[in-house]
């Protein structure tokens, strides 16, 4: 009640009675938020942003701004460090936007706020309730202690509540700083972010009147599993071959001097759920990969498989995956043991330990999404069949959840778009043909203020410079995009169908 008194005084402010604050009062408008009463502890920092002064990946704010500082307390004597950038009101589209973070987070992810400042959208984002700088960088690694993990609500606030501990102070805020409320409020978010967005469809469904979920990590804790589970065969030839040229150095000096037999990995009957051991099916694929494809009618070789060795390029990111996200988490929050050897994970047993210890607090999975489908909010997700770190399928999976749930279709208020050669969050080293900019937000406003569902999306920016005006047509699933004529790097070129 008192933030609510504070932000009606500012609207009150005789002086800006009948006009938006400049971007050059930004200051000014942040001391009489302290001088209404608010302490230091809400706004840390303000300043006023010129036009193309800020520079962040390459890319320069277009639009003068006020960039406001802030920190919102919550349960355990910890706080969310948010970031609220204001653009001139001229250039305001009366729209708010908050943005997810991505992996382990404890950093405002400014890359976002820039790009949707460039948009016209009031915009914030949070650190997700912890600092990376006291957690490793943010980064995790075997054997290292990650003090959020060890605090409850800490991990709570990374994935399902950070957001919503920040996004009615800062929207607040900003409509005392236009004296006016936003038209429509809208999350963006991937990976991490894609996470935290179905939490907020899950537990906060009044906040936003959109929410886009990239490349969800919302079963985070099977996830982190899927790492683990990915790293093993590599790890197996190593101990066999490396040592073939003289020395252990991690490389395989020659693969063709080594004879590893990926049968040798095959499950006894009493080891079915050790990870050190692969069951008949995966012993397959992975003899299936070692081969290469064959002609069926005379199984002659059609091209030469994957050496030994070469392992973590079929799945190129799971070993680092694994050591960056897998092993901490069970060190930290499932087995509160640093020396934890993640080699005797058995998959079975541990599985319920993972998911009583860790899911609980980071996933998101519910398929009942009633509450805010009667808020009339709408949602996207998007999903890039060559993501690297994410199942491509999964999203898939969890619609037809939601649609049992609903006995239905759901496309009435939720719609996902699978995007072919699409990357985790972007373009795919490997396809770099692909557009790798999903223009997601644009399809959820057109949604969220005409009431029409987005019945194709735009894909523009392939990483292929002499491909830079090529753009592609995505499709709401279970539709794909079918050429019809014409140029093929032009997105009306095609047509969504089933």
């Known amino acids: 009640m008192k933030i609510k008194r504070i932000l009606t005084s500012l609207f009150a402010t005789p002086v800006h009675a009948s006009r938006s604050w400049q971007v050059e009062e930004c200051s000014e408008f942040a001391s009489l938020l302290l001088k209404t009463g608010v302490t230091g502890h809400m706004i840390l920092n303000s300043s006023h942003i010129p036009q193309k002064s800020v520079n962040i990946s390459g890319t320069l704010n277009e639009i003068p701004f006020c960039q406001l500082l802030g920190r919102i307390p919550y349960a355990g004597n910890n706080s969310v460090i948010f970031e609220l950038w204001l653009p001139a009101a001229e250039n305001y589209t009366g729209r708010f936007v908050v943005v997810g973070n991505g992996g382990m987070a404890g950093t405002v992810s400014e890359g976002d706020l820039i790009r949707n400042l460039n948009k016209g959208f009031a915009v914030a984002g949070g650190n997700a309730g912890h600092l990376a700088s006291e957690n490793n960088a943010g980064n995790g690694a075997p054997g290292v202690y990650l003090p959020y993990m060890h605090d409850k609500e800490q991990v709570k606030a990374w994935i399902h ?124 694929t992975a003899q299936k990969i070692y081969a290469g ?80 489908k009667a808020t009339g909010a709408k949602m996207i997700v998007f999903q890039g069949w060559a993501d690297p770190f994410n199942a491509a399928t999964w999203p898939i999976q969890h619609l037809h959840q939601i649609e049992d749930r609903f006995s239905g279709d759901v496309s009435d208020w939720f719609r996902l778009f699978m995007i072919p050669g699409g990357g985790h969050c972007g373009s795919a080293t490997n396809y770099p043909q692909v557009p790798g900019n999903w223009h997601a937000l644009d399809a959820l406003v057109q949604w969220v203020e005409t009431g029409e569902p987005p019945t194709e999306m735009l894909g523009t920016d392939p990483l292929d410079v002499n491909l830079k005006e090529k753009t592609s047509k995505l499709c709401p699933w279970p539709q794909t995009a079918k050429f019809r004529g014409g140029n093929p790097d032009d997105w009306n070129s095609f047509k969504c169908e089933e």
């Open 161 to 284: 509540n950070s957001i919503a501990y920040f996004t009615p102070i800062a929207r607040r805020i900003a409509s005392a700083f236009y004296r006016n409320g936003p038209k429509h409020s809208y999350y963006e978010g991937c990976s991490t972010g894609g996470a935290q967005g179905f939490a907020l469809a899950q537990f906060h469904p009044e906040l936003f009147d959109g929410i886009i979920a990239g490349s969800p990590g919302n079963w985070y804790s099977h996830l982190a599993l899927s790492f683990l589970w990915n790293s093993q065969v590599t790890q197996a030839i190593l101990e066999k071959c490396d040592a073939i040229d003289g020395v252990r150095d991690g490389v395989l000096e020659n693969p063709l001097l080594c004879d590893f037999d990926v049968a040798t990995l095959e499950c006894k009957p009493s080891g079915t759920n050790s990870s050190a051991c692969l069951t008949p099916a995966q012993v397959s």
């Open 293 to 372: 494809p064959v002609d069926l009618r005379s199984n002659a070789s059609l091209y030469p498989g994957f050496s030994v060795g070469s392992e973590t390029e079929w799945m190129m990111q799971e070993g680092y995956l694994a050591d960056a996200f897998s092993i901490p988490i069970l060190q930290n929050m499932v087995f509160n043991n640093l020396s934890y050897d993640p080699s005797t994970f058995d998959w079975g047993n541990n599985v319920d330990a993972v998911n009583d210890r860790v899911g609980t607090l980071i996933d998101e999975i519910s398929p009942d999404l009633s509450s805010p």
